[in-house]
């Protein structure tokens, strides 16, 4: 039996955030549905369980009822309109306000999942904007790649004190360090989906940890978020750090002239993973590529060599190179340390922390130098000037 009395604004602000884990094609009727209770919504995945509140003019009892029916009516009424929602015990709904009435799918609410934490929990308060702009920073960086599922979400890491969080899938890494004791959630991997989740949610308020770290619960402001973690090893990332000193070569970029550039050469490839070159040297820097039917290079402008090398390029995924320029949005300009093209280069941004990086493995270009190539003529002019 339930019964609830609200409007359809603030129950459709609530359907909203229940909407991530709400599969529009289920093969267990229950998983779409809504859960009520009192005036809170639930709904679950059985992966990610989030629970929303409401402010209700009166809410009594329990009740399941579909969630694409129920939230396909009520987002098209008034957001000031009264309604009413009524559930007996003939597994049906009754949705009312002025001038409708609906008659909607129900089932027993002791039939809805439960994700439950086991045993005691660990509380993880005083979280900061840190957490969430982590999250957003490493996201990109999160493998979709089911074999190696270890790599399909994000890794918290407490080495030595010190709280960070890590993603890589196998091509680039990113890492973003926190300022805040994260201790009961070091050695956990917070799944893709839970992050996606997370992202569209204001920052949480206090984190709760299972003492066996299987379940994980966030707390925000009328939302709670309860999710399973990554069951596996997440490898040593340390390992694949290239050491900044070790680097050839230096070069600090406009950050928006680079990312200009990029899209301009990444349309004259046609290249499957569409590499595009990278050359460094005494006189500055050249971005290219070259294949079969097109060919494009650009001199970069205002660049600054603090380990002038000459010599030598790196080939990189264009894609990655505009997603990585996107998280270090913050920043006017960004650094990469290269040491030389068959090792990873490693990229951070001038406004930011140093311990805030992106590491971007190099790919086979297949321009045979085009790119340094270019860069030579590019200079000659500019020697002759000089």
């Given at each position: 039996m339930y019964h609830l009395e609200t409007t359809?604004?603030?129950?459709?602000?609530?359907?909203?955030?229940?909407?991530?884990?709400?599969?529009?094609?289920?093969?267990?009727?229950i998983l779409g549905?809504?859960?009520?209770?009192?005036?809170?919504?639930?709904?679950?995945?059985?992966?990610?369980?989030i629970t929303a509140g409401f402010a209700a003019i009166k809410a009594e009892g329990k009740a399941c009822i579909s969630y694409a029916?129920?939230?396909?009516?009520?987002?098209?009424?008034?957001?000031?309109?009264?309604?009413a929602i009524d559930v007996g015990d003939d597994n049906a709904a009754t949705l009312t306000f002025?001038?409708?009435?609906?008659?909607?799918?129900?089932?027993?609410?002791?039939?809805f999942p439960s994700l439950d934490m086991s045993g005691d929990v660990s509380r993880i308060?005083?979280?900061?904007?840190?957490?969430?702009?982590?999250?957003n920073f490493t996201q990109p960086s999160i493998s979709t790649e089911e074999t190696r599922y270890y790599l399909n979400g994000v890794f918290f890491d407490g080495a030595e004190g010190k709280f960070g969080i890590v993603a890589t899938d196998g091509h680039r890494l990113s890492c973003f360090p926190l300022d805040f004791n994260a201790t009961a959630l070091a050695g956990i991997i917070l799944p893709r989906q839970t992050v996606n989740v997370l992202l569209k949610l204001p920052t949480p308020k206090a984190i709760l940890v299972g003492k066996?770290?299987?379940?994980?619960?966030?707390?925000?402001?009328?939302?709670?978020?309860?999710?399973?973690?990554?069951?596996?090893?997440?490898?040593?990332?340390?390992?694949?750090v290239p050491k900044k000193s070790d680097a050839k070569q230096a070069a600090?970029?406009?950050?928006?002239?680079?990312?200009?550039?990029?899209?301009?050469?990444?349309?004259?490839?046609?290249?499957?993973?569409?590499?595009?070159?990278?050359?460094?040297g005494e006189t500055g820097a050249t971005l290219g590529t070259k294949n079969e039917d097109a060919s494009g290079v650009e001199y970069l402008d205002g660049v600054d060599l603090s380990s002038p090398t000459?010599?030598?390029?790196?080939?990189?995924?264009?894609?990655y190179i505009l997603t990585m320029l996107y998280q270090l949005k913050r920043n006017d300009r960004v650094t990469m340390w290269i040491n030389d093209g068959g090792s990873p280069a490693t990229i951070t941004g001038a406004n930011d922390s140093p311990k805030e990086f992106i590491i971007l493995m190099p790919m086979r270009s297949g321009d045979n130098g085009f790119a340094r190539q270019e860069l030579a003529r590019f200079a000659a002019p500019l020697k002759v000037a000089a």
């Open positions: 359809a604004g603030l129950l459709t602000a609530a359907l909203k955030t229940l909407k991530p884990v709400v599969e529009p094609k289920v093969m267990i009727p549905a809504v859960l009520f209770d009192g005036a809170s919504a639930t709904a679950t995945n059985l992966d990610i369980l029916f129920l939230e396909r009516i009520v987002r098209l009424i008034d957001k000031n309109a009264e309604i002025p001038g409708g009435r609906y008659r909607l799918p129900a089932y027993e609410a002791t039939d308060g005083g979280v900061t904007d840190r957490f969430k702009d982590g999250l066996d770290q299987k379940r994980v619960e966030f707390q925000l402001d009328g939302v709670t978020v309860r999710t399973k973690t990554i069951d596996g090893t997440f490898p040593d990332w340390r390992r694949i600090t970029f406009d950050r928006e002239a680079l990312e200009a550039a990029t899209k301009r050469v990444m349309a004259a490839s046609t290249e499957r993973g569409r590499s595009i070159s990278l050359a460094i000459a010599g030598g390029d790196i080939a990189f995924n264009a894609a």
